[in-house]
């Protein structure tokens, strides 16, 4: 099997931005934004997804973290994007459902290449620690922009805002091993159109 591999760099005025991911991985993960909490989500989407991630992030963290995250989720999608190739033979569709103490998120996506986020994740609080929980969301849109997913991830319930966020990065995390993976009994392009 052909190594399921990117390596893709994004460099602006505001943030530099590496990432190296191995879709056929075992979860390892060398992460480093500079937002600790952050990191913590990334490395959800390591072990979950059972990805290697490679993410080495410098951004302006004196104005706040919205740069850095967002263009981490970019540049995230964009690696997956190119990864997964020509999407023959993977399942294409993946969807979990994932409690972590009182929160219980619902993820479902389809690398569609037609980018799409409904993202219904309410938080009881602004900031996580002393990160924004709003980003979770500027997160998700950059990588599903830029990653080609129709992405839908819907909070049933849940009271702590750590547990809210960590649940929807595993959920998506779960979802994304589910549709990259294989399918032993298709090796041909899980589409009718005859592309994706």
Do not use: W
């Not at 191995?22 to 997804?49: E, K, P, W």
């Not at 389809?110 to 602004?126: E, G, H, K």
């Amino acid at each position: 099997m052909n190594a399921r591999t990117a390596d893709v760099s994004r460099e602006t005025r505001e943030t530099r931005i590496r990432v190296k991911v191995n879709l056929d991985g075992t979860g390892q993960s060398n992460l480093s934004t500079g937002i600790g909490f952050f990191d913590h989500m990334l490395d959800q989407i390591a072990r979950h997804g059972l990805i290697d991630l490679d993410i080495q992030a410098e951004g302006d963290l004196h104005i706040d973290g919205h740069h850095t995250v967002e263009d981490v989720g970019i540049t995230l999608g964009q690696a997956v994007f190119q990864a997964v190739g020509d999407k023959k033979g993977i399942r294409r569709y993946g969807h979990f459902a994932l409690a972590m103490d009182d929160a219980q998120i619902a993820c479902a996506l389809d690398l569609s290449a037609r980018p799409y986020l409904i993202c219904n994740l309410d938080f009881p609080t602004p900031k996580i620690g002393r990160f924004d929980s709003e980003l979770v969301r500027e997160f998700f849109q950059a990588l599903a922009t830029h990653g080609g997913i129709t992405l839908h991830i819907d909070k049933k319930h849940g009271f702590n805002s750590h547990h809210i966020a960590e649940a929807a990065f595993k959920a998506v995390a779960k979802s994304l091993r589910m549709a990259v993976e294989k399918d032993p009994r298709n090796d041909a392009l899980p589409s009718t159109k005859g592309t994706l």
